[in-house]
């Protein structure tokens, strides 16, 4: 009886593991760690200078989405068409854009490619699975980025970041600071986007970054005049308000999530103002 | 300012139990340094922890200083706590609330409180607990950045929890250790990202002070099956017990 029980856990586990989209050797290392996909990032953004978008009107939005996992493309499909058929300005996907696996990282791509509006990426945590970076570097580049909006009278400030390994690690921390310190005062309004929720305000059993950065970040943010924060990762909306800044977490687009969405910035001269969407 | 107030008070009742019961008296001094992305370059702090106990009650509390990066911050952190003390199956069995305050700079501080059981049987201290995490703008954030409103945000509660095991029996003359764990004296982790701490230690005689070194080993991101370095601690000192 015992070893029947034996038998059952260790097919259950074989089972599970095999058919989970997960690499658990993620579990005790992992291969391109946040140090060097940095500087990967920055070695591509040398030859990629970094965009502008220029509009002629002072009021504009953009969409931010997050956590696709493709394999399926239904709602995927679904935010490309509303995007290039709306007038927003911008889709930024904070991460978990696919599982790692290249097959995917191919479908995406081609759906990506279809899109002619600007289309900004970052990874998340699923993207790294299998070696999955080495796969988003070729395809797409850098993780690491700021893209600007110019309008007739100010410019405003995007700061994409890479934060798929839980943290956002020194020198990628470093360059951010100094970016705020040498450029925020270019600026109107600064949003900063990547994959994993920095404020855990429901309990979940996903990882944020470690309080130590978290509370060194929400600081860095004050000081700076963030106007905005965005993440995914946590795949269910939320938005707090803590200090001058806003902090937004957008639900999945993933097929299979029943309250998939997005969420769409509009700036103006008062702010910037969020709306969750549904599909 | 206010907050200074309150410590010099709590420093005050305590000092006033200290003298006016026969209350058993512990502290620990100690030294460390540690080591990540936004410790850079590593901090190097000095502390001390004195541990007052009377009968089943206890209280404690616990103060860290920075010795570097000094301009942003001169206390690394604070905590203390308070408690009961059972027996259960003639193991030790304590029960305590706790808050922990950690300034990050002149306008944010970090805050904990919580509640926690710790449990010692032999070679095993097993703790569990839960607290609540909530993020702090001060007076001066006001002034310097006009932040008024929304000054304080809450975090949802966090599970904590530790599993040590001791090479050899508890209050042995030397030990070694190894304890996985998501909070210590001042960082409190959420539950997902676990630590790892090695530690030592040493008393040459029943009655001498103990020396004690950690090594503590932080990582990122392990519950996205996407585990990262994150830092390191090292903190070495000295307990001394008076019973």
Redesign the interface.
């Known amino acids: 009886m015992g070893n029947k029980i034996k038998i059952f856990v260790l097919l259950s586990l074989t089972g599970f593991f095999g058919a989970c989209e997960a690499d658990f050797s993620g579990l005790i290392r992992s291969t391109d760690r946040v140090e060097k996909r940095f500087s990967q990032s920055v070695d591509y953004n040398q030859s990629h200078p970094y965009q502008n978008i220029s509009t002629a009107s002072e009021n504009y939005s953009l969409l931010i989405a997050s956590d696709l996992h493709i394999g399926g493309t239904k709602n995927t499909r679904e935010l490309f068409e509303t995007y290039e058929s709306s007038d927003n300005l911008a889709l930024v996907l904070a991460g978990d854009i696919v599982t790692g696996q290249r097959e995917d990282y191919e479908v995406f791509r081609t759906l990506k490619d279809s899109v002619e509006k600007p289309v900004f990426l970052i990874t998340g945590n699923h993207d790294l699975f299998f070696d999955g970076w080495k796969t988003f570097y070729e395809f797409f580049g850098s993780s690491t980025y700021y893209f600007t909006v110019s309008t007739p009278e100010v410019p405003d400030l995007y700061i994409c970041l890479d934060s798929g390994g839980g943290t956002f690690g020194k020198s990628q921390i470093k360059w951010l600071e100094d970016l705020l310190k040498d450029n925020r005062d270019n600026y109107r309004y600064c949003t900063v986007i990547s994959h994993v929720n920095m404020l855990r305000t429901r309990r979940t059993t996903s990882a944020n970054p470690l309080v130590e950065e978290v509370a060194y970040l929400i600081n860095l943010f004050a000081e700076y005049k963030v106007n905005l924060v965005v993440n995914g990762h946590d795949h269910v909306q939320d938005a707090a308000q803590l200090g001058n800044t806003t902090y937004l977490i957008t639900d999945a687009v993933v097929d299979s999530y029943e309250n998939a969405g997005y969420v769409r910035i509009d700036v103006d001269a008062t702010g910037l103002k969020y709306e969750f969407k549904r599909f | 300012m206010k907050i200074k107030y309150v410590f010099f008070l709590y420093f005050l009742i305590c000092s006033f139990c200290v003298t006016t019961v026969q209350a058993q008296f512990k502290i620990d001094v100690f030294a460390g340094v540690s080591s990540?992305?936004?410790?850079?370059p590593p901090l190097i702090t000095i502390g001390h922890s004195p541990q007052f106990e009377y009968h089943n009650f206890f209280v404690s509390y616990a103060m860290d200083v920075n010795l570097n990066n000094r301009d942003k911050k001169i206390i690394n952190a604070f905590s203390t706590g308070l408690g009961y003390k059972f027996a259960v199956k003639n193991h030790p069995l304590k029960t305590s609330l706790f808050y922990c305050y950690?300034p990050?700079?002149n306008?944010?501080n970090?805050n904990n409180a919580g509640l926690k059981i710790d449990y010692t049987v032999r070679k095993w201290y097993f703790a569990l607990g839960n607290n609540f995490?909530f993020?702090k703008?001060n007076n001066n954030?006001a002034e310097i950045?006009?932040?008024t409103?929304?000054?304080v945000?809450v975090?949802?509660?966090?599970l904590m929890y530790s599993v040590k095991y001791h090479l050899r029996e508890i209050g042995s003359d030397w030990n070694l250790f190894i304890n996985l764990t998501n909070f210590e004296l001042f960082?409190?982790?959420?539950e997902?990202?676990p630590m790892l701490d090695l530690g030592f230690t040493y008393k040459r005689r029943e009655n001498s002070p103990k020396f004690f070194a950690d090594l503590w080993y932080?990582t990122?991101?392990?519950?996205?099956?996407?585990?990262?370095?994150?830092?390191v601690f090292f903190r070495t000192g000295v307990s001394w017990e008076i019973k």
């Open positions: 990540n992305p936004v410790d850079n950690k990050v700079s306008i944010l970090v995490n993020y703008f954030a950045y006009g932040i409103d929304n000054d945000l975090e949802a509660a966090n960082i409190i982790e959420q997902t990202n932080q990122a991101g392990f519950n996205n099956i996407r585990v990262n370095y994150f830092g």
